[in-house]
């Protein structure tokens, strides 16, 4: 199983947000799950990577040219694919994965999660998708697809099929169960 990891550049203000991503990686690492990711060194990004390549995992980076020239490239994976743009990367990332979660991070975080959210919708894709939802961090984000909802604008089952832990093991097991929902336009 390849499962594409988003998550900051950065690391944010809380430690926990490391640990968690360490613990991530390490789990990954150790159960024979590869990690798909943007190809960095830096934030929760080189902190998960890491932490499955010292867990014995293989590693599978992505990133742009523009990016890689700013040396901020991991040098250390399984393999590094450099892309032309950021466009090429998600597509890439999307191909190579079997599944998709978002860790806490910035608003290119939020953008691949929601594309991927709304490939899945969409049915252009049967791949689980996920937040992991360190100290509530994706709580906001919940509610306003709730909000969304209550207004008419999204159904329920596409909430439902955001899959919502900060555990590795439960995270593992809700891809392996994974039903992905009815395409939105049947």
């Not at 203000?13 to 990690?35: C, S, V």
């Not at 860790?103 to 992991?132: D, N, S, V």
């Not at 939802?133 to 439902?160: C, H, K």
Request: with cysteine; glycine share 12%.
């Amino acid at each position: 199983m390849k499962i594409a990891v988003y998550c900051g550049s950065r690391s944010g203000n809380d430690p926990l947000y490391a640990d968690k991503a360490r613990e991530l990686g390490e789990y990954f690492g150790g159960n024979g799950i590869d990690l798909v990711f943007g190809g960095g060194h830096v934030g929760l990004m080189g902190v998960v990577a890491d932490a499955v390549l010292t867990s014995g995992g293989r590693v599978h980076g992505v990133i742009p040219e523009h990016l890689r020239d700013r040396e901020l490239a991991h040098a250390g994976l399984t393999e590094l694919h450099v892309v032309r743009s950021m466009h090429e990367r998600k597509a890439l990332m999307a191909e190579m994965a079997d599944g998709f979660v978002a860790m806490p991070g910035g608003i290119g975080t939020l953008e691949e999660l929601f594309e991927a959210w709304t490939w899945g919708q969409l049915g252009l894709h049967r791949k689980p998708c996920a937040i992991y939802n360190i100290n509530g961090f994706y709580d906001p984000l919940l509610a306003m697809a709730q909000t969304m909802e209550q207004a008419g604008f999204l159904q329920q089952e596409y909430i439902d099929m955001l899959i919502q832990t900060d555990q590795p093991d439960a995270l593992h097991q809700a891809f392996l169960d994974y039903i992905p929902p009815g395409e939105k336009w049947r």
